[in-house]
Nanobody, 121 residues
Framework: QVHVVESGGGSVQAGGSLRLACAASGRTFSSYAMGWFRQAPGKEREFVAT????????DIADSVKGRFTISRDNIKRMVYLQMNSLKPEDTAVYSC??????????????WGQGTQVTVSS
């Protein structure tokens, strides 16, 4: 079982940066891929980024590629999403999840409550 809690959300102007953090419990943290997903009001949840258990493989959604970076620290049991050059369309609730490596939400078993990111123009 893995328990995940996100932090770092907030309000920022377009062009600004935020770093989201995800703290995970469990001694088997490094065996789980970790993903970030987001959901804007009235829209379906969408994949943002994922990183393998070792951190050796990552995938980033085309909509944020070149602006967002995912990383992890297995000793600290943390996952990070560095978000630069933020746009108003990045406004959403961002959720961290633990599971199997991939882009689909069904691959992830354990989800956090989410953290709000609001980007104003």
């Amino acid at each position: 079982q893995v328990h995940v809690v996100e932090s770092g959300g907030g309000s920022v102007q377009a062009g600004g940066s935020l770093r989201l953090a995800c703290a995970a419990s469990g001694r088997t943290f490094s065996s789980y891929a970790m993903g970030w997903f987001r959901q804007a009001p009235g829209k379906e949840r969408e994949f943002v980024a994922t990183i393998s258990g070792s951190g050796g493989s990552t995938d980033i959604a085309d909509s944020v590629k070149g602006r967002f970076t995912i990383s992890r620290d297995n000793i600290k049991r943390m996952v990070y999403l560095q978000m630069n050059s933020l746009k108003p369309e990045d406004t959403a609730v961002y959720s961290c999840a633990a599971g199997r490596y991939g882009l689909e939400a069904y691959l992830y078993q354990y989800w956090g409550q989410g953290t709000q990111v609001t980007v104003s123009s």
